[in-house]
């Protein structure tokens, strides 16, 4: 579930004219509006049924569904009949979004890791700006798929630095605690050098096994919340 944003453009829909709500009826604008047409829904119910099933099946792309659908859209009843059901699923998000604390909190964390990796990802393809030049789909692709794998690299690259320190903390006797871990981001930009020296004499220098253990007891972590940024899994 993405974060919620520009509330106040969002409408709430009634189940039924005549349903009015004690706290939380202002959200759902005047009364007798914006209400779900359950009668068209179940009219159509074994359309969308078969529409649902094709598109997992792989029997038609959802791009070129979109496209029929949208061909003469306000006489198409299955069309009016899956934004029935989409209005009735946003509606009930945006009131779980609302009435749950909790959830609003894995929501932003989960948002902040992404956007997190997006911005890394960004930072790390700075080529032409972060711009792609080339306009072959192929190569764009190719171009987007080798950004992706440098900067899992890099990231794998950090999570190896980091876990490095921790058991040299660990062995000079110093605590540490998986608390302070989950808040560790492994998105770290200060010590690459984007615009340094390139050494390839390396390459053909086979690395040490990689070890992803830690004398670190992780299991605290299990039931709680994700941080908000970093990681809390062992490095």
Do not use: C
């Not at 009634?14 to 349903?19: E, I, L, S, V």
Request: no cysteine; aromatic share 10%; glycine share 6%.
């Amino acid at each position: 579930m993405p974060r919620i944003r520009n509330w106040k453009d969002l409408a709430f829909y009634r189940p039924t004219k005549r349903t009015e709500y004690v706290h939380i009826d202002a959200l759902f604008g005047e009364p007798g509006r914006n209400v779900i047409d359950f009668d068209l829904i179940e009219s159509q119910f074994r359309h969308l049924m078969r529409v649902a099933v094709s598109v997992r099946e792989g029997a038609i792309s959802s791009t070129l569904l979109l496209r029929r659908l949208r061909a003469g859209s306000r006489k198409n009843a299955t069309y009016t009949a899956f934004r029935e059901v989409g209005r009735v699923m946003r509606t009930v998000q945006l009131l779980r979004y609302l009435s749950d604390a909790p959830l609003r909190r894995r929501v932003t964390a989960a948002t902040n890791k992404v956007e997190a990796f997006n911005g890394f990802s960004q930072w790390i393809g700075f080529g032409n700006g972060g711009v792609i030049t080339d306009n072959d789909p192929v190569e764009q692709e190719k171009t987007a798929k080798f950004n992706a794998l440098l900067t899992n690299a890099v990231i794998f690259h950090n999570a190896l630095d980091i876990a490095e320190i921790v058991r040299q903390l660990q062995e000079e006797g110093h605590v540490i605690d998986s608390e302070d871990l989950a808040h560790i981001s492994p998105y770290l930009t200060e010590h690459i050098r984007r615009f340094g020296e390139y050494s390839t004499h390396e390459l053909g220098i086979q690395p040490e096994a990689y070890d992803p253990k830690l004398n670190v007891d992780f299991t605290q972590l299990r039931g709680h919340e994700p941080a908000a940024s970093g990681f809390d899994t062992a490095a």
